[in-house]
């Protein structure tokens, strides 16, 4: 296996992936290889939620170890799960951490995204086996348009928060114009989708730009008032239906990668991609893992796996992120999408430059 590089980046003053080759064991395939994923925010934490997060991680270990290795094995296991989380780096702002232990290999990742916490163990271990079992929460902005509120809610896969909150201003394009970058500044790189409810003649003014109907659903009820409870029927209604609007959601994402030109497909074009340090949302079908290992017992085509592969861990350790998905748009585009950041935004789709640039703004479009 080759040994992969330290990963810096200029806000950390540690590496943001570290791996390190130890000797080879020639009783590597009787011991076991381990790989784990857990949130890991230590910036933003207190020690206690820091020292609950690793000892829940040291658990899982021990649970599943022991079922499957003798008693000196998983011992052995966790004195290295010891010695590996005393190396963290405690003041990262990354969100979750991915840690492998191969017989010969040590990694640490930090991930810019949230993840549960998983465990899997086998003869070998690869970060890209271990991320496309990541389960991904569900994640949304509901925007709430009224006539004497205006109000932005994030919902984070277990509760909604209010994130902003704009008293009502006669002027219904200046309106506009703020809540677009209070979402601009929040969602830039569009990463979770928007969904607007509220009288229907403001929602219908909020999301008839082009440009937002791509990542901007309306939810439309016969309700007097907006208040706590009917948001939370909202965020039910939502998810449990999340399947549908995420996949709609990621459609929309290609079409606005599409139009600005930063849509890249197809395995050797986006390794080619990553080998330049393009960032970004990498988007893989379900079956791709499979269809890759098919490949390459047919075709014996190794090489474009391994680069594939290495520059994957690259691009996480970058601080990006991957989404394993079931979404059609992105089997029709050959299982593999990567949607580049460089203009990958909605200011710089048709119409909505045209519209932010002129003065003479209106929402009659």
Not at 119 to 145: M, N, Q, R
Not at 273 to 280: E, N
Not at 337 to 365: C, G
Request: net charge positive; charged share 25%; glycine share 6%.
């Amino acid at each position: 296996m080759t040994a992969l590089p330290a990963i810096y980046d200029e806000k950390f003053t540690r590496g943001l992936l570290i791996n390190r080759r130890m000797k080879p064991n020639p009783l590597r395939l009787v011991h076991p290889a381990l790989g784990i994923t857990f949130p890991f925010h230590p910036a933003l934490w207190g020690d206690n939620l820091i020292n609950e997060t690793l000892a829940g991680a040291k658990e899982l270990v021990h649970t599943l170890l022991k079922e499957k290795y003798s008693r000196e094995e998983y011992r052995k296991m966790l004195i290295r799960v010891d010695n590996i989380f005393d190396k963290l780096d405690f003041n990262t702002h990354r969100k979750s951490i991915a840690v492998i232990l191969n017989p010969d290999e040590e990694k640490i990742t930090y991930l810019d995204f949230p993840v549960k916490p998983a465990v899997i163990t086998g003869k070998e271990v690869f970060l890209f086996d271990l991320i496309a079992g990541i389960e991904t929460k569900e994640e949304f902005y509901l925007l709430v348009v009224e006539n004497g509120r205006k109000s932005l809610h994030e919902y984070n896969g277990s509760q909604l928060s209010k994130v902003y909150e704009q008293p009502d201003v006669e002027d219904a394009a200046d309106l506009y114009k703020k809540t677009y970058k209070v979402i601009e500044m929040l969602n830039g790189k569009n990463e979770k989708p928007v969904f607007v409810t509220g009288l229907p003649n403001l929602v219908e003014l909020f999301c008839s730009n082009p440009a937002w109907s791509k990542i901007m659903f309306t939810i439309l009820y016969d309700y007097n008032s907006f208040d706590n409870g009917t948001l939370k029927s909202f965020v039910n209604e939502i998810t449990s239906h999340w399947s549908y609007w995420h996949a709609k959601f990621i459609t929309g994402k290609m079409l606005i990668a599409q139009q600005t030109g930063s849509l890249i497909t197809n395995i050797e074009a986006v390794t080619a991609a990553l080998a330049k340090k393009a960032d970004g949302l990498l988007m893989i079908g379900k079956f791709f893992i499979k269809q890759l290992k098919e490949t390459e017992r047919l075709n014996g085509n190794i090489k474009i796996k391994n680069s594939f592969l290495q520059e994957v861990e690259n691009f996480l350790a970058r601080g990006n992120r991957v989404l394993f998905t079931e979404a059609g748009s992105v089997k029709n585009a050959g299982a593999i999408v990567l949607l580049s950041h460089h203009n990958n935004s909605i200011e710089n789709m048709t119409p909505y430059a045209k519209i932010k640039n002129n003065k003479a703004f209106r929402l009659d479009f």
